[in-house]
């Protein structure tokens, strides 16, 4: 395991743990890497010291892996996600767990199409992927639960 200290273009800094050099390189290279306070994928590694292990340290046992600092969005990005999650409660029918269900039923024609939200978990999620059922995570977590 390696841990980054990333920066994006917008020069906001976060960490970050990977499997190896390889993995951080693969992931930024398929856009898999995004800056955690807004989102660009602009994203590198920043100016870090390396952690050098002496004689006085050897027994102390290296870091357990943590999630990266999250810091809170930008007033513009919470404002951003606040009408997207208010024009998809407004304009998109619930559907709950039945989700799944309906999104493959108007993908295969068997349903009319409509704009839909509810919950899938993930072997859900990656069957509808795998079968081309245009599905996309919400970037937040609704309040509401009807129309």
């Given amino acids: 395991m390696i841990k980054y200290t990333l920066k994006c273009s917008e020069g906001h800094q976060f960490e970050s743990w990977f499997a ?42 290296a870091p357990v892996p943590s999630a990266p600092e999250v810091q809170p969005p930008s007033p513009e990005v919470a404002q951003a996600l606040s009408e997207m999650r208010d024009h998809v409660e407004k304009n998109a029918t619930y559907l709950g767990g ?9 993908h295969l024609g068997d349903a009319p199409e409509r704009p ?26 609704p309040t509401r639960k009807a129309n």
Avoid: Q, Y
């Fill in 20 to 61: 190896n050099a390889d993995a951080f390189d693969t992931l930024t290279a398929g856009g898999h890497v995004a800056c955690v306070v807004c989102g660009g994928a602009d994203v590198s590694t920043a100016i870090m010291a390396p952690r050098v292990s002496t004689a006085r340290t050897k027994d102390v046992p």
């Fill in 98 to 106: 039945g989700f799944a269900s309906e999104a493959r039923s108007m």
């Fill in 116 to 141: 839909i939200w509810g919950e899938a978990n993930l072997a859900e999620a990656k069957a509808l992927i795998d079968d081309g059922v245009p599905v996309a995570p919400l970037p937040f977590i």
